[in-house]
């Protein structure tokens, strides 16, 4: 919910991964207890696997609409 709605503000690429489904073993083991989580990153630099996807910017657990909105914004500047 929180996302589409500021989808509907900032439009972004978008990308769902279900841990519990067996080709996504390796994100399960790093964030089992830890979702929900969304990543953050400039899309020239998107990285796929969850090793390199771990050096991302990152919101955990709860977030509200201005906490990805700023996280966005952040990572726009540094492209």
Known sequence: MVLSRVWDRKQFEFEETDIIDS?????RNYYEFDVPV???????RLK???????????LMHRFTEQEVEALIEQV????
């Open 23 to 27: 080709g996504s073993k390796a994100w």
């Open 38 to 44: 969304i990543h953050v990153e400039n899309t020239k």
């Open 48 to 58: 796929a696997s969850p090793i390199e996807a771990i050096k991302s910017q990152k």
């Open 76 to 79: 726009e500047k540094i492209a």
